[in-house]
């Protein structure tokens, strides 16, 4: 079948692509932008560079489509996302419209409870516009999504791990039925292509129906871990969101919409969809058994925070590859590798994370602090492999830009709040016989006030900066 794949580079676009390519479909993945898409070096693999909430004039989509999957999402971005998901599910509509289509999948949230929130009522409305068109759609309605590197997976992981104790919001008392992110790939691509589900909704969920609370523990169960847990009733919606915030690696807006969500029961309506595709549904418990199976083997295929929604990243941002020369400040520093190239190499893939910056690392603690505090990423967000980037990925307070390890550059742009723009640049050249590592950020202030913050952390770069480098080069 020729399929077409929206949000292919988000968490589920990016697990189910390579389960649509090994049964032999040729997929037509859908983009903003091609350079910050790693895609699959795959005869059936193609690549459709398209903004749905700003269609291009005269984008088309190939006539002899079979399906089509739609699994944008805009929950964690800034300013009225309801408005921005109904219009991109318009613009895709009439697109797919004009082409041969036979059948369009959707994953949604659950939505069986008299009042929904912001979120689940926006998911409801989008449903109501695919079903539109004309062509026919298929719904499948999931809760809590378990799986290495989904949202609510890292969620869950940051409290468990960090907090003994935790004195939670009551909302922890709410029923969901929670669903391995096997079993979501599994039901996406079964329906493909069934025509008994054509203008169908099913609500997909594995075995247990638990409340938040017990979701918590059984995750410290699997940790190994003694935890406690407070329920209090004095917890707004406002302060439950500032205590994810601040708490796990989410941003603001997406624990605002997440606290809404918390608020209201996700539990299945029984149908028979997962015994007619043959799907044996996983416990939440050996969801994430497996979830830290893969995590250790350290096959993550796809992490939430990569997304450029998730943190109200400028989805134009890989226009940013050009670094700036004029009206810039820059701190350049440089040394002769002392070690063999690949490995310096293998330290500068590795940089941030868990393995921190190699010098100073409770500067850039203090830093990621700061930056949370006024509204920021910080550096809880990490990064998801620990010795690969891409072009796109998250890794700390940095967006990846360019990693290009064969040309020898990584190259950085800060997502921390700044009076400006930064971009932090490793590269490694040739110079008179010798290998030498140059290190260069790059700032373009915003005003008097971005001038001033150059010079005050000047003294922080000199001990910084100089002395990262040196460890880098130093194998």
């Not at 984008?59 to 944008?72: E, Y």
């Not at 134009?316 to 590859?321: D, R």
């Given at each position: 079948?020729?399929?077409?794949?929206?949000?292919?580079?988000?968490?589920?676009?990016?697990?189910?692509?390579?389960?649509?390519?090994?049964?032999?479909?040729?997929?037509?993945?859908?983009?903003?932008?091609?350079?910050?898409?790693?895609?699959?070096?795959?005869?059936?693999?193609?690549?459709?560079?398209?903004?749905?909430?700003?269609?291009?004039?005269?984008?088309?989509?190939?006539?002899?489509?079979?399906?089509?999957?739609?699994?944008?999402?805009?929950?964690?971005?800034?300013?009225?996302?309801?408005?921005?998901?109904?219009?991109?599910?318009?613009?895709?509509?009439?697109?797919?419209?004009?082409?041969?289509?036979?059948?369009?999948?959707?994953?949604?949230?659950?939505?069986?409870?008299?009042?929904?929130?912001?979120?689940?009522?926006?998911?409801?409305?989008?449903?109501?516009?695919?079903?539109?068109?004309?062509?026919?759609?298929?719904?499948?309605?999931?809760?809590?999504?378990?799986?290495?590197?989904?949202?609510?997976?890292?969620?869950?992981?940051?409290?468990?791990?960090?907090?003994?104790?935790?004195?939670?919001?009551?909302?922890?008392?709410?029923?969901?039925?929670?669903?391995?992110?096997?079993?979501?790939?599994?039901?996406?691509?079964?329906?493909?292509?069934?025509?008994?589900?054509?203008?169908?909704?099913?609500?997909?969920?594995?075995?247990?129906?638990?409340?938040?609370?017990?979701?918590?523990?059984?995750?410290?169960?699997?940790?190994?871990?003694?935890?406690?847990?407070?329920?209090?009733?004095?917890?707004?919606?406002?302060?439950?969101?500032?205590?994810?915030?601040?708490?796990?690696?989410?941003?603001?807006?997406?624990?605002?919409?997440?606290?809404?969500?918390?608020k209201i029961n996700v539990i299945c309506r029984?149908?028979?969809?997962?015994?007619?595709?043959?799907?044996?549904?996983?416990?939440?418990?050996?969801?994430?058994?497996?979830?830290?199976?893969?995590?250790?083997?350290?096959?993550?295929?796809?992490?939430?925070?990569?997304?450029?929604?998730?943190?109200?990243?400028?989805?134009?941002?890989?226009?940013?590859?050009?670094?700036?020369?004029?009206?810039?400040?820059?701190?350049?520093?440089?040394?002769?590798?002392?070690?063999?190239?690949?490995?310096?190499?293998?330290?500068?893939?590795?940089?941030?994370?868990?393995?921190?910056?190699?010098?100073?690392?409770?500067?850039?603690?203090?830093?990621?602090?700061?930056?949370?505090?006024?509204?920021?990423?910080?550096?809880?967000?990490?990064?998801?492999?620990?010795?690969?980037?891409?072009?796109?990925?998250?890794?700390?307070?940095?967006?990846?830009?360019?990693?290009?390890?064969?040309?020898?550059?990584?190259?950085?742009?800060?997502?921390?709040?700044?009076?400006?723009?930064?971009?932090?640049?490793?590269?490694?050249?040739?110079?008179?016989?010798?290998?030498?590592?140059?290190q260069t950020a790059t700032f373009r202030p915003?005003?008097?006030?971005?001038?001033?913050?150059?010079?005050?952390m000047l003294p922080f770069h000199f001990f910084?900066?100089?002395?990262?480098?040196?460890?880098?080069?130093?194998?």
């Amino acid at each position: 079948m020729k399929i077409l794949l929206t949000g292919a580079n988000g968490y589920i676009g990016q697990r189910l692509l390579p389960v649509l390519l090994e049964q032999g479909h040729t997929v037509y993945c859908c983009v903003r932008n091609r350079r910050r898409f790693n895609g699959p070096t795959h005869e059936n693999f193609k690549i459709i560079e398209v903004d749905f909430l700003d269609p291009a004039p005269g984008t088309v989509f190939p006539a002899d489509l079979d399906v089509a999957f739609f699994l944008i999402h805009s929950m964690s971005s800034k300013g009225d996302f309801a408005e921005k998901e109904a219009r991109t599910a318009e613009h895709f509509s009439r697109l797919v419209s004009a082409s041969q289509c036979r059948q369009i999948i959707y994953l949604s949230g659950i939505v069986n409870e008299d009042e929904l929130s912001e979120h689940l009522s926006s998911r409801f409305e989008v449903e109501k516009i695919l079903r539109s068109g004309k062509v026919p759609v298929t719904v499948l309605r999931a809760g809590i999504i378990v799986g290495s590197g989904s949202a609510s997976f890292e969620i869950i992981r940051d409290l468990v791990e960090k907090l003994p104790v935790m004195v939670a919001p009551k909302w922890l008392n709410t029923l969901c039925q929670p669903i391995g992110i096997r079993n979501v790939i599994q039901f996406l691509s079964g329906v493909m292509g069934r025509e008994n589900t054509y203008d169908h909704d099913f609500d997909i969920g594995g075995p247990d129906v638990l409340t938040y609370q017990q979701m918590l523990l059984k995750f410290a169960e699997v940790r190994g871990l003694r935890r406690f847990i407070v329920s209090v009733p004095v917890m707004t919606p406002k302060l439950s969101s500032y205590w994810l915030y601040f708490i796990t690696s989410t941003s603001y807006h997406l624990a605002q919409n997440l606290v809404d969500s918390m608020k209201i029961n996700v539990i299945c309506r029984p149908n028979n969809l997962a015994a007619e595709l043959g799907i044996e549904l996983m416990s939440y418990k050996t969801a994430v058994e497996l979830a830290f199976r893969r995590i250790e083997q350290h096959m993550v295929v796809s992490s939430w925070k990569d997304a450029f929604s998730s943190f109200d990243t400028n989805p134009k941002l890989m226009e940013y590859v050009e670094v700036p020369r004029f009206g810039v400040f820059k701190d350049e520093k440089s040394r002769i590798v002392t070690g063999q190239e690949p490995q310096v190499l293998d330290r500068i893939w590795s940089i941030g994370g868990q393995q921190g910056w190699y010098y100073g690392d409770f500067l850039w603690k203090i830093r990621g602090l700061l930056d949370r505090m006024v509204g920021g990423v910080g550096l809880r967000r990490g990064r998801t492999h620990s010795d690969q980037l891409h072009p796109g990925d998250s890794l700390d307070f940095w967006r990846v830009l360019i990693a290009d390890r064969a040309g020898k550059r990584l190259l950085l742009y800060a997502e921390m709040k700044l009076p400006g723009e930064a971009w932090l640049e490793f590269c490694i050249t040739e110079k008179a016989g010798e290998s030498v590592l140059t290190q260069t950020a790059t700032f373009r202030p915003r005003g008097l006030w971005g001038r001033l913050y150059w010079l005050a952390m000047l003294p922080f770069h000199f001990f910084l900066f100089g002395g990262m480098v040196g460890r880098l080069g130093r194998v």
